[in-house]
């Protein structure tokens, strides 16, 4: 089955119609400056203080020729662990992208360590916003679970539960388990090209990003690029929906650049 494909140059209201995102507000731009005080004690390392990481420009087509080779993104990952494929990723019209992205992002990174992938439960980060049915900052998220984790969807009656207190005991205990430790920021300002260099820089390490597009105020998670001479910048990103898909989706045009981008690195030892 070929994925999904879009053009995300198009205007908002089709990107709607075709069922990328929604029309409520489910992220809001960044609480935290890049490279701010209060980002750096989150947690969010700048991408561009890490010696040697950058992917020359001219290096696109190699790099991405070689980690589709090598099976290094984390497409490749989340295909043999926890969404293999024909799974689906379902927020089930919770307002909760910004968490179902996050610990698809936190899954895959866990994959990758070679650690459990067992199935998490992204309603479990709802403390965030009160238990509310509402959208979020991705810092927010960030700082959940680099402190509190995710639980396993063991201790939840239903994936979509927020009435915390219908959860079995112990929850609070077994998310630990399935927490952050490094993480990777990346700088919008720098813009469009730059941005997409860094997003590259962290996917080729074989992590995966954690991602909003404030144009669509939706979450992704980002877990591949593909080489598509005449699209812009001859790329084409791959991303994990949370929109009932059973395949990734792919994503290309500038307005395909994520106004957020984080690269969830390693997870806190247990």
């Not at 701010?36 to 696109?60: C, H, N, Y």
Request: hydrophobic content about 40%; charged content about 25%.
């Amino acid at each position: 089955m070929s994925r999904l494909s879009f053009n995300a140059d198009l205007p908002v209201s089709t990107l709607i119609d075709l069922g990328l995102t929604s029309e409520y507000q489910e992220v809001f731009q960044r609480e935290f400056v890049y490279g701010s005080q209060r980002a750096l004690e989150l947690g969010l390392q700048p991408v561009e203080d890490v010696p040697d990481i950058l992917v020359d420009f001219d290096d696109f087509e190699a790099v991405i020729k070689e980690c589709h080779e090598k099976k290094i993104f984390p497409m490749y990952w989340q295909q043999r662990t926890w969404a293999p494929d024909g799974y689906r990723w379902n927020q089930n019209g919770l307002n909760y992208c910004w968490s179902w992205s996050g610990v698809a992002a936190l899954l895959d990174m866990l994959a990758a360590e070679g650690r459990p992938t067992p199935q998490l439960a992204p309603v479990t980060a709802g403390g965030a916003v009160g238990w509310a049915n509402k959208g979020n900052y991705l810092d927010s998220f960030v700082e959940w679970v680099r402190n509190d984790g995710i639980a396993p969807a063991e201790f939840v009656p239903n994936m979509f539960e927020r009435n915390y207190r219908q959860y079995k005991e112990g929850w609070k205990e077994a998310a630990k388990g399935f927490r952050l430790r490094n993480i990777l920021d990346t700088n919008r300002r720098a813009g469009t090209r730059e941005m997409m260099r860094q997003v590259l820089s962290i996917l080729k390490l074989g992590r995966p990003q954690y991602a909003a597009w404030n144009r669509l105020s939706h979450a992704m998670e980002i877990i591949g690029m593909l080489w598509t001479p005449g699209k812009w910048m001859n790329i084409t990103l791959v991303i994990r929906n949370s929109h009932d898909e059973t395949e990734p989706i792919e994503m290309y045009g500038e307005n395909a650049t994520p106004d957020e981008a984080i690269g969830f690195m390693s997870s806190e030892p247990t």
